[in-house]
């Protein structure tokens, strides 16, 4: 394949439980400060109660009648991407005109999870249509392309947990084959009775805090939110500094089982050279990688090895400590923090970590760590064997 | 960049395979089947075109079928149809990505999943249920029986599901990131869906479905899967190519239609995107096929099989249904020369995806 044209990052944003903007975010991290807790706007007969990562207050978009015209996750999609709008100057008005795509990874975004909906129906009752109109105006990409009357490609990427990472990696992908100007692109995923009950019958989520890498890690903990970055082309870019740079995008599948990692992580070391090799970088050249670390048994198994084996004494953390799992929305949250963390120079501690599992080959960052260097590794694993990863750049704003 | 279309495998109301579907073209006519509810004491029966599963254990052994769902059974039908035409089915798949679009994804596992829960409590939640519902499972069977490990995508957006999800197969053969794309559409009917377009429709989905009255809800719904492999169009094309996928909305810039190609229209009885197609085909020669396959998000997906067959066969197939239909409206099957086909997708907010085809 051939190499990728670095891809300019003018602007980030994202909400999530750590934080309501990105600013938020990082001080929280940075403070190592978490605050899982049991769902407070859902509620099951479920005997265990599993600890969430909920936003912490509520949002407010500037539409008329936020809670009935779009579904939560397109909600956060839509603040995530007002958020990185504004920080690349960008405002409704001034992309007038431009040919700007639409990139966006989620999950229950577009699946039917309407249980109430559904209840009702199983009862013989004919439930009312609002619930199923919303979620008929509400696919992520598109609410973000006719919110802003955006004319160009728009996608809404269902890879389940590496949505995000490959929606970036595919908006990219645009801007170098010239099919738009500017890309939106991330991802977007809200809390749901569903997944949650999804989750917890796979006996993958941990009735405590989630603790990444560690010998004690018995599962995840789910998150919501949303994390968007403007990606642009150099003619529209002008003098405007960069956040970042989105240097290449790997991904392959594990054909291996529809929610297990492949044990040897072929898969992961796949998309990973794949993206070295559009990056036209070598692993020596990786300063830290945003691992997706979810703190289940498997996934942090799988990606300890390959990352020892392919990128061995170069510092990892996961994130998802502070976040939750926010499944679609996970990889645009990440990228974000990633280049985040290379303006910076600095990464938070792997919250969670307390002790190194023999069986796992390596461990990651235990307190706020200085990192030298410009370039940095996301990746993402996911149900049905897909695995994609990012590399990013650091930017001179 | 072009994309060569190697292979087609398509399952759905007018039956499995390509040559089932050149028949209903032949004749433009389909037996459509009946839907069947059965809730507070009546029972509701509807024109409904249904895809079967028939014959999928030639390919695949039953055993590895029985946690496997009837959306996935319908992708790996179509998908395995596809390679078989392509006569790639024993082939090494290992540079083959897999993109599938759907408009719903797999509804009726969907609602599976919820009854596990609803009915015996949320400890009883059925994790094969829940794993086969999310949205990448199908494309995550066909992976994993085609040890296909390149790149595996798949896009849910309604009716620009496949238009959409088509951008990235021809970005991946551009970039050389695969040799081939097994690209699919599919859609499922369920039960709950039938509700919802009786709540939404009313009568109006008892057939026929007349996709040229484009002022009157007449859709039926449909379901089915088809699948193309796709290449680089430096090989020879064994139906034709794609020439240009376009996404964008018609409201913030009029959609254009290239000069002298024949348009196939999405059209498919919802009166929503009805008054889209009546803007955009003014006078141009046009066909609309869905009377034989049924009204689903992916069925473009179907408007494309029959555009490469039409290529294949140099013939332009007549419109099935012609009822509110203009005089442009392609009455008889005619001889193709060397015109484009265009296939025009709109969504009810004005979106559209349009997908050029040539020889």
């Known amino acids: 394949m051939s190499a990728a044209v670095p891809i300019v990052i003018t602007g980030l944003g994202c909400l999530c439980g750590a934080g309501m903007n990105l600013a938020e975010c990082l001080e929280s991290m940075f403070r190592n400060e978490r605050n899982p807790h049991p769902p407070l706007r859902f509620s099951t007969d479920h005997p265990v109660s599993y600890p969430v990562l909920e936003l912490r207050d509520e949002f407010r978009l500037p539409l008329d009648d936020q809670e009935t015209v779009y579904a939560r996750t397109s909600q956060l999609a839509l603040a995530a991407a007002f958020e990185a709008l504004a920080d690349a100057g960008w405002d409704e008005e001034s992309l007038r005109g431009k040919r700007v795509g639409v990139c966006i990874g989620t999950t229950v975004g577009c699946a039917l999870n309407c249980d109430d909906f559904y209840r009702a129906y199983k009862d013989g009752v004919d439930p009312e249509m609002g619930v199923i109109e919303r979620f008929l105006r509400s696919n992520p990409a598109a609410v973000i392309a006719r919110q802003l009357k955006l004319d160009g490609p728009n996608q809404t990427v269902v890879n389940a947990c590496s949505s995000g990472t490959d929606a970036i990696g595919l908006g990219a992908s645009w801007l170098r084959a010239g099919a738009c100007d500017i890309v939106i692109a991330g991802g977007a995923d809200e809390l749901s009775r569903v997944t949650y009950a999804g989750f917890s019958s796979l006996m993958i989520t941990d009735t405590e805090a989630c603790k990444p890498f560690d010998i004690k890690r018995k599962g995840l903990n789910l998150g919501e939110g949303a994390g968007m970055l403007i990606l642009e082309s150099e003619a529209v870019r002008g003098a405007k500094k960069a956040r970042g740079y989105m240097l290449g995008y790997g991904s392959a599948c594990d054909a291996y089982h529809l929610t297990a990692p492949r044990p040897d992580g072929a898969g992961l070391k796949q998309a990973m050279y794949e993206a070295f090799a559009a990056a036209e970088v070598t692993p020596e050249m990786i300063s830290f990688v945003n691992a997706h670390g979810t703190g289940t048994p498997d996934n942090d198994r799988v990606e300890s090895r390959v990352l020892s084996e392919v990128l061995p004494d170069v510092p990892f953390v996961s994130t998802k400590g502070y976040t939750g799992h926010t499944l679609g929305a996970a990889g645009g949250i990440e990228a974000v923090f990633t280049v985040a963390c290379l303006r910076r120079g600095e990464l938070p501690a792997n919250i969670g970590f307390s002790a190194a599992d023999p069986e796992l080959s390596g461990a990651p960052v235990i307190e706020n760590t200085r990192i030298d260097g410009n370039i940095a590794m996301s990746e993402s694993l996911a149900f049905g064997g897909n695995n994609a990863v990012l590399i990013l750049g650091k930017g001179d704003a | ?359």
């Not at chain 2, 999800?165 to 499922?188: K, M, N, P, T």
């Open chain 2, 1 to 359: 960049m072009r994309m060569a279309i190697q292979g087609i495998g398509v399952s759905g109301g007018f039956g499995r395979g390509v040559e089932a579907l050149r028949a209903a073209l032949q004749t433009g006519t389909v037996e459509v089947q009946q839907g069947c509810v059965e809730r507070n004491g009546g029972t509701d029966i509807f024109p409904a075109y249904r895809a079967s599963i028939d014959g999928l254990d030639e390919f695949i052994p039953k055993r590895a079928l029985r946690r496997i769902d009837h959306f996935s059974k319908m992708t790996l039908l179509s998908a395995c149809l596809a390679l078989k035409d392509a006569a790639l089915l024993e082939g090494d798949c290992s540079r083959m990505g897999v993109v599938i679009a759907s408009g719903y994804g797999a509804l009726k596992t969907t609602f599976d999943f919820l009854d596990s829960y609803l009915d015996f409590g949320y400890s009883c939640s059925s994790p094969t249920h829940f794993s086969n519902s999310v949205h990448n499972a199908a494309a995550a069977h066909v992976s994993i029986q085609f040890k296909a490990t390149a790149p595996s995508l798949t896009v849910t957006q309604f009716e620009m599901s496949v238009p959409s999800a088509l951008l990235s197969a021809q970005q991946w053969l551009a970039e050389g990131r695969v040799d081939q794309v097994l690209f699919g559409a599919i859609d499922e009917y369920c039960e709950v869906l039938r509700y919802c377009r009786k709540q939404f429709f009313g009568l109006g989905e008892q057939g026929p479905l007349q996709p040229f009255s484009f002022d009157k809800q007449s859709a039926v719904v449909g379901e089915g899967a088809v699948f193309f492999v796709l290449t680089r169009a430096d090989e020879n094309a064994a139906y034709g190519c794609i020439d240009t996928v376009t996404l964008g909305n018609h409201l913030v810039c009029p959609v254009k239609l290239p000069q002298d190609d024949l348009l196939i229209i999405g059209a498919d009885g919802h009166k929503e995107c009805g008054r889209w197609y009546a803007q955009a085909f003014k006078g141009r020669e046009t066909a609309a096929y869905a009377p034989l396959y049924g009204s689903f998000p992916a069925a473009v997906g179907f408007d494309l099989a029959v555009a490469a067959l039409s290529l294949r066969d140099r013939t332009f197939y007549a419109s099935p249904e012609l009822s509110g239909a203009a005089t442009s409206v392609v009455t008889l099957h005619r001889k193709l020369a060397e015109e484009k086909l265009v296939c025009l997708k709109f969504g009810p907010g004005g979106d559209y995806g349009l997908v050029r085809l040539s020889i």
